[in-house]
């Protein structure tokens, strides 16, 4: 079975030089699968895409990758990807969105360098080289490997800043695990639509708290093409910012800031989710991020206020 190693740097290819006090030595982490078993690893190139760490990416860049991935689809078996974890999720979900293979393509990073004691990279490679060789793993989409949970893209968020847990799926649990060398699923992903590989517009995101700035708000209803508010609870907007809305140009899409849950209440106060439910305004059922980077890949699909409505409000609900 053949498996590429596209590297595009991050922690895991990260170490310290003799005499440095901080990493940045750029590895090629495709290297490190030389280390593994023959049983495990099987046959695997090196693709060295870039040696950046991930808070440098941007849809831009994830465009570029999913371009690469696509090229690799018909010459090998699965693709890994070791990438950096501050923007995993997103770049992991943009390639779910865009890229067309039933091959499986595999996330997995690192939380410590390869200089630092207790080094995960190695350990997370193995599983996902593991996790790309099952034969349950066609079909499953877009996925993320770390610390032995499997994940998929479309749920999976980094819910940790510096351990080894550093990825889960808050809503629907993790995928799947890896135990030893066997691979279990526990569930199948609902499949969901596949977009072309292009972005496009402005998008803003803009957090509720308890000072957000109605001219701010204002400024970007002007100024951008999509506006993604990150709401109290289960959709609640502060009413001081609901002129700005309902007199601006963009196309509003709302969010939580809870990690976990949806959007739904029963209230009929002012910006409560009952009253955004009788306005022009898309309630997103996936988080922030991914809502905004979904609505650049709508935008540069051409897609109009009412197909992006139907693609954010019916994007992975359900499971099969």
Not at 135 to 144: D, H, N, S, Y
Request: with cysteine; charged share 20%.
């Amino acid at each position: 079975m053949k498996i590429a190693v596209v590297s595009t740097g991050g922690t895991i290819a990260m170490a310290q030089g003799r005499g440095d006090k901080l990493s940045s030595l750029a590895l090629d982490a495709g290297d490190f699968a030389r280390e593994l078993p023959t049983h495990v690893v099987g046959e695997v190139s090196s693709i060295v895409f870039s040696k950046l760490p991930s808070s440098n990416f941007d849809s831009a860049y994830a465009r570029r990758l999913a371009g690469r991935i696509q090229e690799l689809v018909d010459e090998v078996d699965g693709i890994i990807v070791t990438h950096g974890t501050d923007t995993m999720e997103e770049t992991a979900f943009y390639v779910d969105m865009v890229v067309e293979a039933n091959k499986p393509i595999v996330f997995t990073g690192a939380m410590m360098t390869a200089t630092q004691p207790g080094y995960d990279g190695l350990a997370n490679l193995r599983d996902a080289i593991s996790v790309a060789r099952a034969p349950e793993t066609r079909g499953q989409g877009t996925l993320i490997v770390f610390n032995r949970d499997i994940h998929s893209a479309i749920h999976a968020t980094k819910i940790d800043s510096e351990r080894p847990n550093a990825f889960g799926s808050l809503n629907t649990g993790k995928l799947g695990s890896v135990c030893g060398e066997r691979v279990y699923y526990y569930y199948r992903p609902r499949p969901h639509i596949r977009l072309s590989n292009r972005v496009s517009g402005r998008v803003a995101l803009l957090k509720m708290h308890y000072d957000v700035d109605q001219e701010l708000v204002e400024y970007a209803m002007r100024k951008f093409d999509v506006v993604v508010l990150e709401s109290y609870g289960s959709g609640r907007i502060p009413p001081k910012i609901l002129s700005a809305i309902d007199n601006g140009n963009a196309i509003i899409v709302i969010t939580t800031r809870v990690f976990g849950g949806h959007l739904y209440d029963e209230y009929s106060y002012e910006g409560s989710y009952q009253y955004f439910r009788e306005r022009r305004v898309i309630l997103s059922v996936l988080s922030s991020i991914k809502s905004c980077l979904l609505a650049s890949v709508c935008l540069g699909n051409g897609k109009d206020y009412e197909a992006m409505k139907a693609i954010m409000e019916d994007f992975w609900f359900g499971l099969v």
